[in-house]
């Protein structure tokens, strides 16, 4: 049966404009590992998407970690005797760490000068900064603005709470036909920052709202959690149902103009792995695909040998290779709704041949049967050089002997999916091929 998943990706501006529009009203929010910003977060998407939000007690076990206390911030600042605020949380989130304890001293800048973090290389920029696991306090600033503060005593506050609370993460589920499911997961632990990783959540909201008014072969389970003890807290609670993952795409840093980075799952050579080298070959984007490696982002955790998830990382600017990243310069400004529309269209794609994917068998295969009385082939013979159609039907009726994939025809042949798909459709139209 052939599958007719998804239509052609609208090709317009209006879904990167659509998707900047959401960056700019969630980039404000002052996002953490747990806290309010992230429940914001997580209401503003639930006006187009219809999230299950989990909480996860603090104190709770998950494998080997334990949930921490929520932090919930409400100001934060340095102010001058006369009370001009010289670094203030409420002009960038980014100017406090993140799950700063709280403290209301007054302080002579020699005392606060080691609570002052910044880049004194990249002097202009404020650094990105947190305390998840060690109790702490401090600032981040741009390093001209260290350098101008006068000597003599500062007022400071953190007003802060760190408290037994909760972490939360919401999914997004999408019935398919089969109970086969693919996991969709990005990070949502990052305050002000628009690339790394506000961009991610957003190519996922608009990836399933895109989903959402398809016809789905798979289930499809969105995650959108914090960092690294989210997707430990998911995994924890859903042992149950992994087998169900069948593929899987963990999508950050998706809106910057890089060239696209796949990374291979710890197996290397799962369908998704084929499915975004494919993909990324047809659309004739830049890219490159690495080899799977123990660090990054949490793939580490679907990848861990005890879960093993076939799930491959989709980024554009590789994280850690990128200078700008975690530091006040990843603002809207370098986001440009082309490549975040880019990006959608790109984890689409992957999705497309993950859907339309399957193994076909020749009905007819001894010797090619003759195509042009079943008006595959074209009427007027002679012609040397053969059309992408027509080789695409050879292709596909020579390898589909029950052992190949419509994908694994798409690698060897060197033919876009698109075409060995169709051929496949076409054949069996005609009851030369039956999927299997
Ligand atoms: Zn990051």
């Known amino acids: 049966m052939s599958v007719a998943v998804g239509e052609p990706v609208r090709r317009d501006r209006e879904l990167g404009h659509e998707a900047y529009k959401l960056m700019g009203r969630l ?28 909480e996860v007690p603090s104190g709770a076990q998950v494998l080997d970690w334990t949930i921490p206390d929520e932090w919930t911030i409400r100001d934060a600042y340095v102010a001058r005797a006369d009370g001009t605020r010289v670094i203030d949380f409420r002009t960038s989130n980014l100017h406090v760490v993140s799950y700063s304890e709280p403290v209301r001293a007054t302080m002579s ?76 997961s990005t990070y949502v632990c990052h305050p002000s920052l628009a690339n790394d990783n506000l961009s991610g959540i957003v190519v996922a909201a608009m990836v399933a709202s895109g989903l959402a008014c398809r016809r789905r072969r798979h289930g499809y389970r969105f995650l959108f959690a914090p960092g690294t003890l989210g997707p430990l807290a998911w995994l924890d609670r859903n042992r149950h149902r ?12 998706a809106g910057d103009d890089g060239p696209f980075t796949y990374k291979r799952s710890r197996r290397g050579d799962a369908e998704v792995d084929a ?18 490696e123990p660090w990054g982002g949490d793939e580490r955790q679907f990848c861990s040998p005890g879960f093993d998830l076939p799930l491959g990382a989709l980024s554009r600017s590789a994280h850690a290779a990128d200078p700008v990243n975690h530091t006040s310069a990843d603002d ?63 292709w596909v009726l020579n390898q589909s002997d029950g052992s190949r994939t419509l994908l694994d025809i798409a690698r060897r042949s060197g033919l876009a999916y698109a075409a060995v798909r169709h051929a496949a459709d076409r054949l069996e139209d005609t009851g030369l091929v039956r999927a299997t």
């Not at 980039?27 to 989990?54: D, K, N």
């Not at 009385?373 to 027509?390: I, K, N, Q, T």
């Open 242 to 253: 992994l087998e169900q993952v069948r593929h899987g795409l963990t999508i950050s840093c």
């Open 27 to 54: 980039f404000p929010l002052c996002r953490s590992l747990t806290g309010a910003g992230v429940r914001e977060t997580f209401a503003v998407l639930q006006e187009r998407l219809p999230l299950i939000v989990t």
């Open 332 to 394: 809207l400004a370098r986001i440009r709704p082309e490549s975040l529309e880019e990006s959608i269209r790109t984890c689409l794609a992957i999705l497309d041949v993950l859907e339309t994917n399957r193994t076909c068998v020749n009905l007819s295969p001894l010797g090619e049967p003759q195509l042009g009385r079943r008006g595959l082939y074209r009427s007027a013979g002679g012609a040397v050089a053969r059309s992408e159609d027509e080789r695409a039907l050879l």
């Open 109 to 184: 800048l020699e005392e606060l000068r080691p609570r002052l973090h910044t880049l004194p290389d990249r002097p202009d920029l404020v650094p990105y900064r947190t305390s998840y696991h060690e109790r702490t306090w401090g600032f981040c600033l741009s390093h001209r603005a260290l350098l101008a503060l006068d000597p003599g005593d500062y007022e400071v506050v953190v007003d802060s709470t760190l408290a037994p609370g909760h972490l939360v993460y919401a999914e997004l589920e999408l019935e398919g036909e089969s109970d086969d499911e693919i996991l969709i």
């Open 275 to 292: 499915a975004a080298e494919v993909a990324l070959r047809d659309l004739g984007v830049p890219h490159a695909v690495l080899e799977f």
